[in-house]
């Protein structure tokens, strides 16, 4: 209804939430890789813990968790 009204035809404007996150989303890829290099660094601390404790495990990084 309202882009079909006459008043809003050439003015449409984006509601709040889509406006907030948008701005979300934008920070998100902005500190994107501060958290994948935090991701990797604890992987690799839980990877070497449970070497050290002589822990098997069969992990591989895969392209699906990189």
Request: charged share 25%; net charge positive; aromatic share 8%.
């Amino acid at each position: 209804m309202r882009q079909r009204s006459r008043p809003y035809l050439f003015s449409n404007s984006l509601a709040p939430a889509i406006v907030a996150a948008s701005i979300k989303v934008l920070e998100m890829v902005e500190a994107g890789a501060e958290l994948r290099d935090r991701l990797w660094a604890n992987a690799r601390q839980f990877r070497e813990q449970m070497s050290a404790r002589d822990l098997r495990w069969q992990a591989r990084i895969t392209p699906s968790s990189r």
